[in-house]
């Protein structure tokens, strides 16, 4: 399996286009610190032909440029990515299909309530029906989305997206307004989360002995927004879970056995974005990776896996 982190930042990127929290400023002034990201994607392949896109960022033009793997490589016209797979209906997560309209085959998997929101908005139906085929999967369904690549979405707690809330949102039931995916091939399992509410047991048990865990990192603390100054509102009522407290992601993954923990989905407002801040060192330190653009998912060798554990 091959997995490339094409965006890791969350909605606005960095720097956000409006923005001048203190990492966008830094970001801004170029200051080689604060890393530029685009929106949060990921690429899958199992045998390095055929990629599903998880979320179609609005930076996906971008994206496909930056990485070699997605050019068109034969014949007029041609695309390497072979489907895409929604995990929510955030605009950072989908108004990158807008992009893929050239009459170009591939299938766009989701659960039926983010399939819904997209066949409700005409905008959509630029992606041509006699092309791109709109597959629905259930939830803790196996589907293979590109040849040789196992794919389970699995309901985490969450929200539904922040364009589809009503007055009065639901914040941390699990269903199919956010999901998880695992994703499996050659022996190797990853679990992609870019939106989490909360971390709950049943998914400290799904991820327990995965190869690597990309989750959710929009926030540091619950408050990061307020303290930037840049909003009123919290980790949880964005249905974001914060890195950092009890009840955080750290704390919370920390007695599951994971071979890799990369946050993505990182806001700009996350001072993790500043390289050698306190709040960087913490997460490192506690063993986390802070995603950047085109990083790539390094499997341990199996047999120094196995001899890691025999030991
Ligand atoms: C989020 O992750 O909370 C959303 O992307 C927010 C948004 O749509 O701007
Ligand atoms: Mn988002
Ligand atoms: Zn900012």
Redo the contacts with the bound molecule.
Sequence with gaps: MQAIILGSA???GVPQWNCRCPVCSLAWAGDPRVQPRTQSSLAVSADGQTWLLVNASPDIRQQIAATPALHPQSGLRHSPIGAVLLTNG????LAGLLTLRESQAFDLFGTNEILAAIAENRVFDVMNSAFVTRREVRLETVFEPVPGLKATLFPVPGKA???LEGAAPVIGLAGESTVGVLLEAGGRRIAYVP?CARVSEELRQRVQGIDALLFDG?VLEDDDLIRAGVGTKTGWR???VPMNGPDGSIASFSDVTVGERVFV?INNTNPVLVEGSAERRGVEEAGWTVAYDGFIIHFVPQAAAVAATTD
Excluded: S
Aim: hydrophobic fraction near 40%; avoid cysteine.
């Design positions: 969350a909605g606005g955030d605009v950072d997560h997206a922040l364009w939106g929009t964005m249905g974001h989905h």
